[in-house]
């Protein structure tokens, strides 16, 4: 490559968002330089908002709209950058939350990953399908763009098997049904942010609307809470998590629900949203217990728990813990929740939420959208 490296566009889509950071990359540099970031929430809602900041923070782009797909969304996203003469990106990176079996490496994206990626869409019906819608629709505007795909399971390829395997049949195993984990491009950022730093017995909590821990050991996965897929593990916003398999034979006789009820049961109705009554929202949580509503203490009591259960449970597998790194929406915003989980963990040594008052303890940005940068730029090159 030339010493004037192309713009890389990085795209990180959810459900109803899409956010993305638009990058440089000097040769001989070590890091790709953010010039515009920002994202597009409301996606599928009439309340749609597109809003960009640029490298210093600043908002430059800020406009409400109605956004009907992640293909519309980027389209507006393509046009705002165009509007304010940023350069025009020459290759884009996605995550990809899920790739089944045959896919847990990086990658250029292919006629031929795009059939494997088609053919594990069972693994992951909510997250497959509109990958390959966004990227379909990338390809239509901007022709010719290399793509690649950055894949949140490919982190975790160092669980030693044991870790991997659920208690079901040998045959269910060779078919993919094992744990594969997520968040991986979030773990990897923090990984490669702490550097040498980073201590041999690490716990991260990546903690959000979407919320899973990984046990790293000299700063490789060894376990995650998150399993099959990414309704596993602790619950989160609108998602159950764990829990007893009777359950789902139990529903699935008395209230007769197909796999697709199920799905939409565990997605986006359970969690903490199903506990307080509605709210899955964190912050609203904690203003409403603190008035005194017993339901939203509910919800936050029984995060909190998993949590702290996960911790204790993988400074055991660890032999120890050397430092617990908190990250995402509440991991990194929330105090409260910080102190909540941390109660009862000194005998981990670990006597504050708080990095001021606990050397055991760090606070770090989830940093997904850089992450897809770098492994983007190492696969141009």
Same mark, same amino acid.
């Given at each position: 490559?030339?010493?004037?490296?192309?713009?890389?566009?990085?795209?990180?889509?959810?459900?109803?968002?899409?956010?993305?950071?638009?990058?440089?990359?000097?040769?001989?540099?070590?890091?790709?330089?953010?010039?515009?970031?920002?994202?597009?929430?409301?996606?599928?809602?009439?309340?749609?908002?597109?809003?960009?900041?640029?490298?210093?923070?600043?908002?430059?782009?800020?406009?409400?709209?109605?956004?009907?797909?992640?293909?519309?969304?980027?389209?507006?996203?393509?046009?705002?950058?165009?509007?304010?003469?940023?350069?025009?990106?020459?290759?884009?990176?996605?995550?990809?939350?899920?790739?089944?079996?045959?896919?847990?490496?990086?990658?250029?994206?292919?006629?031929?990953?795009?059939?494997?990626?088609?053919?594990?869409?069972?693994?992951?019906?909510?997250?497959?399908?509109?990958?390959?819608?966004?990227?379909?629709?990338?390809?239509?505007?901007?022709?010719?763009?290399?793509?690649?795909?950055?894949?949140?399971?490919?982190?975790?390829?160092?669980?030693?098997?044991?870790?991997?395997?659920?208690?079901?049949?040998?045959?269910?195993?060779?078919?993919?049904?094992?744990?594969?984990?997520?968040?991986?491009?979030?773990?990897?950022?923090?990984?490669?942010?702490?550097?040498?730093?980073?201590?041999?017995?690490?716990?991260?909590?990546?903690?959000?609307?979407?919320?899973?821990?990984?046990?790293?050991?000299?700063?490789?996965?060894?376990?995650?809470?998150?399993?099959?897929?990414?309704?596993?593990?602790?619950?989160?916003?609108?998602?159950?998590?764990?829990?007893?398999?009777?359950?789902?034979?139990?529903?699935?006789?008395?209230?007769?629900?197909?796999?697709?009820?199920?799905?939409?049961?565990?997605?986006?109705?359970?969690?903490?949203?199903?506990?307080?009554?509605?709210?899955?929202?964190?912050?609203?949580?904690?203003?409403?217990?603190?008035?005194?509503?017993?339901?939203?203490? /509910?919800?936050?009591?029984?995060?909190?728990?998993?949590?702290?259960?996960?911790?204790?449970?993988?400074?055991?597998?660890?032999?120890? /813990?050397? /430092?617990?790194?908190?990250?995402?929406?509440?991991?990194?915003?929330?105090?409260?929740?910080?102190?909540?989980?941390?109660?009862?963990?000194?005998?981990?040594?670990?006597?504050?939420?708080?990095?001021?008052?606990?050397?055991?303890?760090?606070?770090?940005?989830?940093?997904?959208?850089?992450?897809?940068?770098?492994?983007?730029?190492?696969?141009?090159?």
């Amino acid at each position: 490559m030339s010493d004037a490296q192309p713009y890389v566009l990085a795209v990180n889509s959810g459900s109803s968002s899409l956010k993305f950071g638009l990058y440089s990359h000097a040769a001989g540099t070590d890091e790709p330089e953010l010039l515009l970031a920002g994202g597009a929430s409301g996606i599928g809602h009439a309340n749609g908002r597109l809003q960009i900041k640029d490298a210093t923070g600043a908002v430059r782009f800020d406009e409400a709209y109605a956004l009907g797909s992640q293909g519309h969304a980027l389209r507006v996203i393509l046009e705002a950058m165009a509007r304010l003469g940023s350069g025009r990106p020459e290759a884009i990176g996605h995550r990809m939350v899920h790739g089944g079996p045959h896919l847990r490496e990086h990658q250029k994206i292919t006629p031929a990953l795009l059939q494997k990626l088609k053919a594990a869409t069972q693994f992951a019906p909510i997250h497959i399908p509109a990958a390959l819608q966004l990227i379909h629709e990338t390809e239509e505007l901007l022709p010719n763009l290399p793509q690649y795909a950055c894949f949140d399971t490919a982190f975790h390829r160092t669980m030693a098997e044991a870790a991997r395997h659920f208690a079901l049949p040998q045959r269910l195993y060779d078919k993919g049904v094992e744990r594969f984990g997520f968040h991986g491009l979030s773990y990897e950022s923090i990984v490669h942010r702490m550097g040498s730093q980073l201590p041999d017995r690490v716990i991260c909590a990546h903690l959000g609307a979407g919320a899973s821990l990984v046990a790293l050991r000299q700063g490789r996965s060894i376990d995650t809470s998150m399993g099959m897929t990414p309704v596993g593990g602790i619950p989160m916003a609108t998602r159950s998590g764990d829990f007893d398999p009777g359950v789902v034979l139990f529903l699935m006789r008395t209230e007769h629900l197909t796999a697709d009820e199920l799905e939409s049961l565990l997605n986006r109705s359970s969690g903490l949203s199903a506990l307080s009554g509605g709210e899955p929202d964190m912050r609203v949580l904690e203003d409403s217990a603190a008035k005194g509503d017993l339901r939203a203490q /509910l919800a936050i009591d029984v995060f909190s728990l998993a949590v702290r259960k996960q911790i204790g449970a993988y400074a055991a597998e660890l032999g120890g /813990l050397d /430092l617990l790194i908190f990250t995402g929406g509440i991991g990194e915003h929330s105090t409260a929740a910080r102190r909540r989980i941390c109660q009862g963990l000194e005998f981990l040594g670990i006597n504050s939420g708080e990095p001021a008052q606990c050397s055991k303890v760090r606070v770090l940005p989830s940093e997904e959208e850089l992450q897809i940068a770098r492994i983007t730029y190492r696969l141009l090159q």
